[in-house]
């Protein structure tokens, strides 16, 4: 499955705030504008994988709302 998380890289928001550089309120703007990948567990949270967030804020883009990342110039499968 192209958008199936892995648990070796997985963080919730305030861990991704912090690798990230910005702050929560920046996740949680880049969520709502489907700038990264996440998985929802419940509506307090929130996990990320970071391989997929840092690859889709390098330029992929994520297909709305499916939550695949899709890498830019690569074709869909």
Known sequence: MHNAFTCEEMVKTPELAKRL???QRTIARYRKE???PFLKISPRTIFYDM???E???KGGRITQG???FIER???QQ
Request: hydrophobic content about 30%; glycine content about 16%.
């Open 34 to 36: 489907e700038r990264i």
């Open 73 to 75: 110039g690569r074709p």
């Open 66 to 68: 499916t939550g695949e």
């Open 21 to 23: 550089g910005v702050s």
């Open 51 to 53: 391989e997929k967030v």
């Open 55 to 57: 690859r889709a804020l």
